[in-house]
């Protein structure tokens, strides 16, 4: 599964910050980047579509049917159980990412929409929400190491076990570190809110028009 790193967007941004001048324009857009392929930009109009995009929709039949897919592929061919637990109810929310530029938290809305990803749980499963259709991830074990945070191992799609450690970082703005164990000393971490609460933070916008893009310095 693709994941998106929080570490790599911060440097890129940073990056932008250290060779673009910024700009108002009368809509109080901050650009940080803009050339002939398309521009970077904060915003905070809650009122762009993109807001609504960034939170994970209802289940439609094609996306049930998708995630029914890939939890029997699970189960192929193994002997295993469904474990069923009664998980914290700080974790029972919509995760989407968060990231952080210049010690201030931003949404992001990709140019290209697979590097977009959410997360939400079952008792027995995380649904990862992603472009090409929902991911489970089935508990094997679930561990409350304190009242803010959690351990979970979880079989994912291509059949290993994974770690997952969630500390809950900002009670109060219910904001999360996620931090992916894959062995092996490869982590890899993210910052993720609570999807109801996008609309508290401005959008960091890559927006090259119909066409897919990634700038690069």
């Known amino acids: ?39 970077v ?12 995009w960034l939170v994970p929709k209802e289940i439609s039949a094609e996306v049930k049917a998708n995630y029914d897919a890939a939890f029997f592929h699970l189960l192929k061919d193994t002997v295993i159980s469904i474990p069923h637990f009664k998980l914290n109810e700080k974790l029972l929310l919509n995760w989407v990412p968060l990231y952080i530029l210049k010690d201030k938290y ?28 929902p ?3 089935i508990f094997r074990n679930y561990q409350e190491i304190s009242g803010n945070e959690f351990k979970l191992k979880v079989l994912t ?19 999360s570190l996620w931090t992916f164990n894959y062995g092996n000393d490869k982590d890899e971490s993210f910052l993720m809110v609570n999807a109801t609460r996008v609309k508290e933070y401005p959008m960091v916008k ?12």
């Open 157 to 175: 799609y291509d059949k290993t076990i994974i770690q997952i450690t969630i500390k809950i970082i900002e009670e109060s703005k219910q904001i």
């Open 106 to 133: 931003y949404v992001y809305c990709p140019s290209d929409w697979i590097s977009h990803f959410a997360y939400l749980f079952t008792d027995s499963t995380i649904i990862g929400y992603k472009s090409d259709g």
């Open 135 to 137: 991911d489970a991830f």
């Open 206 to 217: 890559c927006d090259c028009g119909d066409h897919k893009c990634l700038f690069r310095i």
């Open 1 to 39: 599964m693709y994941l998106f790193s929080w570490k790599s967007f911060l440097l890129l941004l940073s990056l932008f910050y250290s060779i673009t001048v910024f700009s108002q324009n009368e809509k109080g857009v901050t650009y940080l980047k803009r050339d002939n392929f398309g521009s």
């Open 41 to 52: 930009y904060i915003t905070h109009d809650t009122l762009r579509k993109e807001y609504e």
